[in-house]
């Protein structure tokens, strides 16, 4: 736990490092030299993210708190779990976007939060929901939420400013305005691509220790297995639209949307009674055999949010044994 607390620190302070530069260049640009501006002013922008980082969360995943009424067994699995992982309870949303899946957000322990998507709530049995749940209730325990939260918030409100100037704002303006749209936009496109390399390597770290943890909470590793099959499947039949609309927000998420053609090509090979679960017995397998992963695949999980889904599921193999 030491080893992802300190990599998360290291990341923190590597984002700051990037704001003071940002803060930096466009200091010098309007003719202000002073060490003490740059840091009060790149403290602030950290210190902005704190305090907004969640409410930004909320706004891009269209998120509603639910009662104990909307979901009571959603709930009573929250609480049981939060009890065994002895975190309190965080607050329990639902997010309207169709892409099934899950996340935890929040400043810490006490301002945990939990949410599931509509997409997930249709596709997983309960015990599956519950290793999703114990996934995301770990990343609370973990103490990564916070970190996670305060690293996406910059590349998340570069992706909606670049995508609304490069693609979407761009028809509608003439063509005296957009080209300095456009140039903005591709200035947006590079910090968001600069500074999501730091939330693609935190967030492939983490999960590995979020897997773990919804196993020691009681689930059964070849539950958490499935789910990730089916959530694989039900992200690679949703239109290229819908899986666009969270580019941006991917690291929270439990599997990485965008990859989920392929890695249902590279999943359905565990598969081997065509169920459309991974159970005992094919996990075992799995745990026996040599994992072969093609270097471009290598490639590309440097690439991604989440690690390769193939080396993920061997090591929930390896948590079976």
Known sequence: MLSLQLRMALLLAALFGILYAVVVMVGTAMG?????FYLVISLGMMLVQYLIGPKIVEWSMRIRYLKREDAPDLFAMVEELSERAGIPVPRVCVSDMQVPNAFAFGRGLSDGR???TRGIMQLLDREELRAVLGHELSHIKNRDVLTITLLSVIPMIMYRIAWQLMFYGSGRRDSRDS???VLIGIVAFLFYFLTNLLVLYASRIREYFADKGSVELGNRPEALASALYKLVYGSARLPKETLR???GLKAFFLNDPSQAAQEFNDLKQLDLDHSGTIDSVE?????QARVKVRGTDRMMELLSTHPNMLKRIQHLSELAG
């Open 32 to 36: 202000v030299n002073n060490f003490g």
């Open 114 to 116: 939990v949410c599931v």
């Open 179 to 181: 080209g300095g749209g």
């Open 245 to 247: 609309e969270s580019e």
């Open 283 to 287: 996990l075992a397998r799995l745990r």
